[in-house]
């Protein structure tokens, strides 16, 4: 249960990343899109990882 809760603080702060990578950005257009796209990639990746994580973790309880 940790995992999971410590999965959505990771999937939030690289949300509010991207926003902020939007909203700020970096000294060139470029570059404030790539942050921007890197911080959703991230968020991206960490949703799917827990999705597949808890649906592991209830084909494991169904099984026991």
């Not at 990343?17 to 911080?39: I, S, Y």
Request: proline share 2%.
């Amino acid at each position: 249960k940790i995992s999971i809760i410590i999965a959505l603080i990771g999937i939030v702060v690289s949300l509010l990343a991207a926003g902020l990578f939007m909203v700020r950005g970096g000294p060139t257009e470029q570059e404030k899109a790539k942050r921007m796209a890197n911080a959703l990639t991230w968020r991206i990746g960490l949703s799917v990882a827990l999705f597949l994580s808890i649906i592991f973790m209830d084909m494991i309880s169904a099984k026991g």
